[in-house]
């Protein structure tokens, strides 16, 4: 069970340059988020699913777009990279249970993009 | 969202008990209190989450005052791999909830040998 993984680790790219950062879980969860980190912040939502084929959108979407076509991954993509996406990515997911403001998250290791 | 203020930073000694606070003034009856903490280069990790009651885990406690405005968590024994930034967040029922997470900017942890 390796919970969630997150491809890749580091990746560095030019101005206007796009990449697609990929979010996989093993654990069978209908939700999964994805969160930017900058230094010195705590995370902000981009984009969110709340189940396949579903997404929305976060506190911060505007440059990212993203895609559940299967339920254990989740796509954030940046179609054209600026300088101020330079952050380190986190993917989450969590499972939908009776409670759902009581679920917890379960947070990947991160993706570390530098945009040059 | 509900807000929460947290110190920046708090020292601790190893294997002493560390009690870091929560302030939640505006919380709502149908919030919960969850904590996470975030190793040095590692995504967030849950550690607990309460209602009323205060609740015991094997990683720490949540003790939650009466009136619900505030909350404090207790390591018991902290240990070098404590050191973490530790986010106290707020969680309401939204009804048909998207189960967001609200970070704020956290309590930065030091365990000093």
């Known amino acids: 069970n390796a919970g969630v993984t997150q491809t890749p680790k580091f990746r560095v790219l030019k101005t206007g340059q796009s990449m697609t950062l990929l979010c996989a879980q093993d654990?069978?969860?209908?939700?999964m988020y994805w969160y930017r980190q900058d230094p010195g912040m705590g995370l902000r939502l981009i984009h969110y699913s709340v189940g396949e084929g579903t997404t929305a959108k976060g506190e911060v979407p505007d440059g990212y777009n993203v895609s559940r076509l299967k339920k254990q991954n989740f796509l954030l993509g940046l179609e054209s990279a600026a300088p101020s996406q330079t952050s380190v990515y986190f993917c989450?997911?969590?499972?939908?249970?009776?409670?759902?403001?009581?679920?917890?998250?379960?947070f990947g290791p991160g993706t570390r993009l530098l945009v040059l | 969202d509900a807000k929460t203020t947290q110190p920046n930073s708090m020292e601790s000694n190893e294997e002493e008990p560390v009690h870091l606070p929560c302030n939640h003034s505006?919380?709502?009856?149908?919030?919960?209190i969850h904590w996470y903490r975030q190793l040095p280069s590692q995504g967030p990790e849950y550690v607990i989450h309460g209602l009323t009651s205060n609740v015991n885990n094997r990683m720490a406690s949540l003790a939650i005052a009466e009136d619900r405005k505030s909350s404090t968590l207790i390591l018991h024994r902290a240990t070098l791999r404590d050191a973490a930034v530790y986010y106290c967040i707020l969680r309401g029922g939204y009804g048909g909830a998207t189960n967001k997470l609200i970070f704020g900017t956290g309590t930065l942890l030091a365990v000093q040998p």
């Open positions: 654990m069978n969860h209908e939700y």
């Open positions: 505006t919380i709502s009856g149908t919030d919960y």
């Open positions: 989450a997911s969590s499972y939908v249970g009776s409670g759902t403001y009581q679920e917890t998250q379960y």
